[in-house]
């Protein structure tokens, strides 16, 4: 069998791109799980009858993807709350004591009082990132590739 020849249960090397995000922001039709409707479904048989039909394209090799690196938002806004809960036991505790209301009645009003802000705080932060990760995205190719190992 020569190089150029496929043995029968053997496919030919086709890009994957599952999860990858062209350049113009719309996901394939075989990312959707639909078929495109662009390229009609065509056997072996009906070509092989129409002499003057002309051959059907492939699909290209490679697809222009952009990529970039993008925050995660609920980590960041985890610590933002965190953060002030911190500052909410610093003031509660640190603070000079009040015999009408406990630490603990303290505490819980400041932790509202910090935790909230905070968390808003952060979120903007990581907005702030996350369009920060739009501006310096790069344009990339993505090529499929398919590992002999998955099931």
Known sequence: MTS???????????????????????????????????????????????????????????????????????PFMAIGAILGFLGALVVAYTGPADPTLTRESILGFFTVAFAIPGLLLAALLVLIFDRRSVRKAERARAERTYDDDAA
């Open 4 to 74: 150029e020849q496929h043995s029968p249960n053997s496919t030919p090397e086709q890009p994957d791109t599952r999860g990858a995000v062209p350049a113009d922001r719309q996901p394939a039709p075989a990312d959707r799980g639909v078929a495109p409707a662009s390229v009609p479904e065509v056997d072996a048989a009906s070509v092989a009858e129409a002499p003057g039909a002309a051959p059907v394209a492939e699909a290209p090799a490679y697809r222009e993807v952009t990529v970039r690196r993008a925050p995660k938002f609920v």
